[in-house]
Nanobody, 120 residues
Framework: QVQLVESGGDLVQPGGSLRLSCAAS????????MGWYRQAPGKQRELVAH???????HYADSVKGRFTISRHNAGNTVELQMNSLKPEDTAVYYC??????????????WGQGTQVTVSS
C-alpha cells in the first residue's frame, strides 16, 4: 500500500507565506502526477496545482503567481510554496499522487490533509 503524509499547515496572517510538504511511502514503483487539492468549509474539493514526473505544472487560476509546486522524485515528495496568502485560501489542503505499485495497478492515493488558516 501507499501512504501520503502532509505537513506544514498553520495559521498565518494575510499576505504571509507557508510551505506544505507531502511525502509518499510504501510499495511504490513510480509516481506519475502529484498534486495539491483543497477543500474549504461548505465547498467542493478543488485542484490547486499538480506536477508531472517530467516537471510540467498546472495551477488553478486563483493561485497563479502566488503558489509554486515542486517535487523531488528521488524522495517521492511534493511541496507547495504559498505566498501572498489570502483569507480565501483557508482550507484543508490534501496531497494526491497517481502511483504505480508492486502487485497493483496504478491508482490515486490521498493524504489525510493539513489545515491552512489565513486570518488576522
Amino acid at each position: 500500500q501507499v501512504q501520503l503524509v502532509e505537513s506544514g499547515g498553520d495559521l498565518v496572517q494575510p499576505g504571509g507565506s507557508l510551505r506544505l510538504s507531502c511525502a509518499a511511502s510504501g510499495s511504490i514503483l513510480s509516481i506519475n502526477t502529484m498534486g495539491w487539492y483543497r477543500q474549504a468549509p461548505g465547498k467542493q474539493r478543488e485542484l490547486v496545482a499538480h506536477i508531472t514526473s517530467g516537471g510540467s505544472t498546472h495551477y488553478a487560476d486563483s493561485v497563479k503567481g502566488r503558489f509554486t509546486i515542486s517535487r523531488h522524485n528521488a524522495g517521492n515528495t511534493v511541496e507547495l510554496q504559498m505566498n501572498s496568502l489570502k483569507p480565501e485560501d483557508t482550507a484543508v489542503y490534501y496531497c494526491k499522487a497517481y502511483v504505480l505499485t508492486a502487485g497493483w495497478g496504478p491508482s490515486d492515493y490521498w493524504g489525510q490533509g493539513t489545515q491552512v488558516t489565513v486570518s488576522s
